[in-house]
């Protein structure tokens, strides 16, 4: 019989860091990649990595959980609200865990038995318990949700789910007051205002194969190739002209040339979406460079007859756009208002750069997608304001080198 050893790997990680969420032991935040403190872990594989607004989740392919990073609402699942620098198990129930979605500041975690727990606030109902309780330090089930869960979103303040059966729930109240506002007098559908899981409109025709979340958005892809988007459409993340859609509405195929989309990610409000070619397309708010090309606000073509382009924006959307930077794509994950992706196994990041969580060792925004040099990452993730990436223990010894535009 065949053996293999241990592949040996290592997690850098790098940007905001006010909280311990880098796992390097100290909160200052850093500009360039620099290794995490990984000993808790001890070589366990790791299976995916998520990041919330200043927390870090690692899950390895054991089902084990390990955290660190901001924990004043219990979003660590540790059984107390104590910040952690480095890298810590979690028992979580003794459960094995597959995945894990992080909001703001409350954590989603999936078993591989299909149940979902949750920790850290709720006081948006996003934990989706009915347990009154405004956070919760320990993981939480959420039981009224039946059926085995097969993918999990975490927004700002609320959450999404999909089920074994294709239904998509939402709860979580974060979404609420942009309802309230948009649709008046009109009452503001359940699963918006609802904190515990509420089916979503819109999608009884169809079989939902993924969710993702922004701010105050959300996107749903079905097994068919086609994406749902609704919520909030102040930065044009719906490619409507309507400033709110209450239910899931079909984004156009047309906008995408026609082709099935396979994955898609959301950061708080813009969306990326790859198709079955490898092409990438990005829309939605673009002036921290996190579309990762020019941001242009254009017409609807099936809006021609509707009048000129009013001052205020009421006929103007944005569109996606293909960035060929990324086309091939293996990973993509989005930050608040950056991402990265693996590209040929290189590392490119773009965006948001304030806190240096592009990695080029600046704090300027970055327009492009730009090579992160010396890292060849096997995993990628981020949080609100910090990058991730799992790589052989091999690499990473020229990290600390100037980034490479793409042309």
């Not at 032991?25 to 990595?49: I, K, M, N």
Request: proline share 5%.
């Amino acid at each position: 019989m065949e053996t293999r050893s241990r592949l040996e790997f290592c997690l850098h990680s790098w940007g905001a860091n006010s909280y311990g969420q880098l796992g390097q032991r100290h909160v200052e935040d850093q500009a360039a990649p620099r290794l995490a403190d990984t000993a808790a872990l001890q070589s366990r594989a790791v299976r995916t990595v998520s990041g919330g607004g200043g927390h870090t989740v690692v899950i390895t392919e054991s089902g084990e959980v390990f955290v660190c990073g901001q924990n004043h609402r219990g979003q660590l699942g540790l059984g107390h609200n104590a910040d952690i620098s480095t890298l810590q198990l979690c028992p979580v129930l003794n459960q094995r865990i597959t995945h894990t979605a992080c909001g703001w500041d409350f954590t989603l975690l999936l078993t591989d038995c299909g149940q979902l727990l949750a920790c850290g606030s709720n006081a948006f109902g996003q934990l989706g318990v009915a347990q009154k309780v405004t956070y919760s330090a320990e993981p939480l089930v959420i039981e009224s949700l039946k059926e085995p869960i097969l993918s999990v979103a975490a927004g700002l303040r609320h959450a999404l789910a999909v089920t074994d059966s294709g239904c998509v729930y939402q709860w979580g109240t974060g979404l609420f007051s942009h309802a309230k506002r948009a649709l008046s007098p009109h009452p503001v559908p359940p699963h918006l205002s609802s904190k515990v899981p509420s089916l979503v409109p819109g999608l009884d025709q169809t079989t939902a194969h993924l969710v993702a979340a922004g701010s105050v958005h959300c996107v749903c892809l079905t097994g068919d190739g086609d994406l749902f988007l609704w919520g909030s459409n102040k930065h044009g993340q719906l490619t409507t002209t309507e400033c709110f859609l209450s239910s899931a509405t079909l984004l156009r195929r047309s906008l995408l040339d026609g082709e099935k989309i396979i994955n898609v990610w959301s950061g708080w409000t813009h969306t990326i979406a790859q198709t079955e070619s490898g092409r990438v397309f990005t829309w939605g708010r673009g002036d921290y460079g996190q579309l990762g090309r020019q941001a242009t606000a254009s017409r609807d073509p099936e809006q021609q007859s509707a009048g000129p382009v009013t001052e205020g924006g009421s006929q103007e959307v944005c569109l996606p756009v293909e960035v060929k930077a990324l086309r091939g794509a293996t990973q993509i994950t989005c930050g608040s208002e950056h991402n990265l992706a693996i590209v040929g196994g290189c590392l490119l990041s773009w965006g948001w750069n304030e806190h240096g969580m592009c990695g080029d060792g600046s704090q300027g925004d970055v327009f492009h997608p730009q090579l992160v040099p010396g890292l060849k990452p096997l995993l990628i993730a981020c949080g609100a304001g910090h990058s991730m990436a799992v790589c052989p223990a091999s690499t990473g010894s020229r990290q600390n080198s100037a980034p490479t535009p793409l042309e």
